[in-house]
């Protein structure tokens, strides 16, 4: 793909909190910045130790601005969306839009119905505002797994469907026999995993799916060189690298991104880096030397 970084400043809608994209091709806006909840109550198991702790820290980022929330049923095997269930109970659902995910073992028309409800009932709501294949299995026939989840849609328990870790002549694949559109593809995406931009999100582009960038600020691992760039554009700004980085992703077209937080200071931080409006020149400056 090649970058036009003059026409790099992107179409954005702003809010009273926060920066919106469009989603897919579908009349709705989502924030650019949403929160992701991986590790949050524990990984593959459940951790009940911090539970109120994490209650609060997401009730906590909800009442800072956060209103787009990224979770899976993989997550601390459910544990996560109950977390996220007890965070939202006091709040108008129709003010957050909620992102979960089915996992592989989860595919089949059957069992997807059936782990859509206990998502659903994990998180104390009766739809879910995207719902998404986790990672793509070739054992079941993807036209059966996005069969269930139009079903789910056509039902009322979904708004919109997409999938995540799909590579992009899987992609290709859902976006042509998915009955309602696949409105996004949730995959890694930073500053340094920058595999997407090959073919992935110039195919996006033009098809109208959002690319939902996760670990963005790389799980914290930055390499040094990296460090290094991102420090003097940082400077500049008056802001930290990780505020750099996902003012990198948001800035370009179709892209949001769903950087995970608990500490309120970061939260805050990555909320923020909505308002951060990188040059063209930062933009080069990142792309051509990373
Ligand atoms: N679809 C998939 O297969 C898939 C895979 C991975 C992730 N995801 C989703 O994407 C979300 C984000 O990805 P991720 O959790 O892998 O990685 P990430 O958001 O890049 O990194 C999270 C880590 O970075 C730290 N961090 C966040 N903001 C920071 C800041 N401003 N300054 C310093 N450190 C900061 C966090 O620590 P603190 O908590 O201390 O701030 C945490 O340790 C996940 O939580 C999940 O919802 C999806």
């Keep these: ?59 906590a980022a909800i009442e800072m601005g956060y209103t787009l929330i ?34 592989p073992d989860n595919l089949s028309r059957k069992r997807l119905h059936q782990a859509l409800k206990r998502t659903l009932k994990r998180l104390g709501t009766d739809y879910l505002d995207l719902y998404l294949i986790h990672w793509p299995n070739e054992q079941i026939p993807l036209a059966e797994s996005l069969g269930a989840m139009s079903e789910s849609v056509d039902a009322g328990y979904v708004k919109y469907i997409g999938v995540s870790n799909f590579d992009l002549p899987l992609l290709e694949k859902a976006v042509a026999i998915s009955k309602h559109p696949i409105v996004c593809n949730q995959v890694l995406y930073n500053v340094e995993d920058r595999q997407p931009r090959r073919s992935l999100l110039p195919f996006c582009l033009r098809n109208d799916v959002t690319l939902v960038a996760y670990s963005p600020v790389r799980r914290n691992i930055v390499s040094d060189r990296a460090r290094r760039v991102l420090s003097s554009v940082a400077k500049t700004h008056g802001c930290s690298i990780y505020q750099v980085m996902l003012a990198w992703l948001i800035a370009q077209e179709n892209v949001v991104t769903i950087p995970k937080s608990t500490d309120l200071g970061h939260l805050k931080d990555n909320l923020a880096s909505a308002d951060i409006s990188l040059s063209g020149a930062e933009l080069y400056q990142i792309d051509s030397s990373l």
């Excluded at 049923?73 to 839009?97: C, N, Q, V, W």
């Design 1 to 59: 793909m090649i970058l036009d970084y003059e026409q790099y400043s992107v179409k954005l809608i702003w809010g009273e909190k926060m920066t919106y994209k469009t989603l897919g091709n579908a009349e709705e806006r989502i924030p650019a910045i949403g929160l992701g909840t991986w590790t949050i109550g524990g990984t593959e198991t459940p951790d009940y130790s911090r539970d109120m702790e994490m209650v609060d820290i997401i009730a």
């Design 70 to 103: 990224d979770t899976a049923e993989y997550y601390a095997a459910g544990h996560t969306e109950e977390l996220i269930g007890e965070a939202i109970k006091p709040i108008d659902r129709s003010k957050l839009f909620i992102t979960s995910k089915v996992w």
